[in-house]
């Protein structure tokens, strides 16, 4: 547990809360859930809410309650061709801001962790004032939803450019490895949407303000943070779009390269087909078939099956289908 008091200007890491900040009127304190049942009671907590930390079920949801307002988010990583979510939990008050990280936080986390904790050492006022904290507050709320956009943006682009990648490996040479890598893919990007879709609610229920947390002169940070939480979801869609494209045009490609193995078996039948109707003639064994007495019937039945194969592959040079 990391914490820091803006009133006595301290800082503490330690597993316990420290009975000096139990009366300050300004803390930022970074955790994990198994603090949140001491916390409960410390700062009277909904039960809820200390459950939605406790029990991880990767939802996303913002909640106004007497005094707080309550974020349960999601962060995504992307790992190979899967997506892991990780939930992370935020407290908001005029008096503390709360961010309880999970239990085995990925690196990506870790370091989100790390800079809002930077952050708020840095946005500690030099004298202290509710004011001052609250604004301090409102900088550290639009930086850690900053933070959470800038890495969406990037899974996306980075989701985007695989896909890109992979819809040109497809125009060259469709394998069928490639549909479990789109199948792979897309189940990715709409995971991401399916979480995005969530996150572009909360934005206007931040801007709600039930709770007059949020200054007036930062609500602008926040309008632009609404959009862009819309932006991304429309962004979202557009990359899951763009995999179902592919698997459209994969299915078209695989139907093609079909269409030419059955052209080219076509055309091999065209070409055995006159040539199997003179051997079934002359298979019947009839006692009176002049063409069996004949010193020449042999070869120029032969010239004809030539002559016949070569008229037919000229036909079909001249056709272009070959």
Same mark, same amino acid.
């Given at each position: 547990?990391?914490?820091?008091?803006?009133?006595?200007?301290?800082?503490?890491?330690?597993?316990?809360?420290?009975?000096?900040?139990?009366?300050?009127?300004?803390?930022?304190?970074?955790?994990?859930?198994?603090?949140?049942?001491?916390?409960?009671?410390?700062?009277?907590?909904?039960?809820?809410?200390?459950?939605?930390?406790?029990?991880?079920?990767?939802?996303?949801?913002?909640?106004?309650?007497?005094?707080?307002?309550?974020?349960?988010?999601?962060?995504?990583?992307?790992?190979?061709?899967?997506?892991?979510?990780?939930?992370?939990?935020?407290?908001?008050?005029?008096?503390?801001?709360?961010?309880?990280?999970?239990?085995?936080?990925?690196?990506?986390?870790?370091?989100?962790?790390? *800079? =809002? +904790?930077?952050?708020?050492?840095? %946005?500690? @006022?030099?004298?202290?004032?509710?004011?001052?904290?609250?604004?301090? /507050?409102?900088?550290?709320?639009?930086?850690?939803?900053?933070?959470?956009?800038?890495?969406?943006?990037?899974?996306?682009?980075?989701?985007?450019?695989?896909?890109?990648?992979?819809?040109?490996?497809?125009?060259?040479?469709?394998?069928?490895?490639?549909?479990?890598?789109?199948?792979?893919?897309r189940n990715v990007a709409y995971s991401i949407k399916k979480v995005l879709r969530a996150f572009s609610y909360i934005g206007v229920q931040i801007l709600c303000?039930?709770?007059?947390?949020?200054?007036?002169?930062?609500?602008?940070?926040?309008?632009?943070?609404?959009?862009?939480?819309?932006?991304?979801?429309d962004f979202s869609e557009s990359v899951y779009g763009l995999s179902t494209e592919l698997l459209h045009t994969y299915d078209s490609k695989v139907a093609q390269?079909?269409?030419?193995?059955?052209? *080219? =078996? +076509?055309?091999?039948?065209?070409? %055995?087909? @006159?040539?199997?109707?003179?051997?079934?003639?002359?298979?019947?064994? /009839?006692?009176?078939?002049?063409?069996?007495?004949?010193?020449?019937?042999?070869?120029?039945?032969?010239?004809?099956?030539?002559?016949?194969?070569?008229?037919?592959?000229?036909?079909?040079?001249?056709?272009?289908?070959?």
């Amino acid at each position: 547990m990391h914490i820091l008091d803006y009133e006595a200007k301290k800082s503490y890491a330690q597993e316990a809360f420290p009975e000096a900040c139990r009366n300050s009127g300004a803390l930022f304190l970074c955790c994990k859930p198994h603090d949140m049942q001491a916390l409960r009671d410390i700062f009277a907590l909904d039960e809820s809410t200390v459950l939605e930390c406790v029990n991880i079920d990767e939802s996303v949801r913002f909640t106004a309650f007497d005094g707080y307002d309550f974020a349960s988010l999601v962060h995504v990583e992307t790992a190979g061709e899967s997506v892991l979510l990780h939930e992370v939990n935020l407290y908001l008050s005029r008096r503390y801001l709360i961010l309880v990280m999970p239990e085995r936080p990925c690196p990506a986390l870790l370091t989100l962790a790390e *800079k =809002l +904790t930077e952050s708020a050492q840095r %946005f500690l @006022p030099e004298k202290y004032s509710p004011e001052a904290v609250a604004e301090g /507050f409102n900088q550290l709320l639009f930086l850690f939803f900053n933070m959470l956009i800038v890495h969406f943006s990037d899974t996306l682009e980075h989701l985007e450019a695989q896909l890109q990648a992979l819809a040109e490996s497809i125009s060259l040479a469709p394998e069928d490895s490639h549909f479990e890598e789109i199948r792979d893919l897309r189940n990715v990007a709409y995971s991401i949407k399916k979480v995005l879709r969530a996150f572009s609610y909360i934005g206007v229920q931040i801007l709600c303000n039930e709770n007059d947390i949020l200054r007036k002169k930062k609500l602008f940070l926040f309008r632009n943070l609404d959009t862009r939480l819309r932006k991304l979801y429309d962004f979202s869609e557009s990359v899951y779009g763009l995999s179902t494209e592919l698997l459209h045009t994969y299915d078209s490609k695989v139907a093609q390269r079909t269409n030419e193995v059955v052209n *080219k =078996l +076509t055309i091999v039948t065209l070409f %055995f087909g @006159p040539l199997t109707v003179i051997t079934g003639i002359y298979g019947m064994n /009839f006692r009176f078939m002049p063409e069996l007495n004949s010193p020449w019937g042999y070869p120029l039945v032969i010239a004809i099956m030539l002559g016949i194969s070569a008229g037919l592959f000229a036909f079909f040079k001249k056709k272009k289908w070959l």
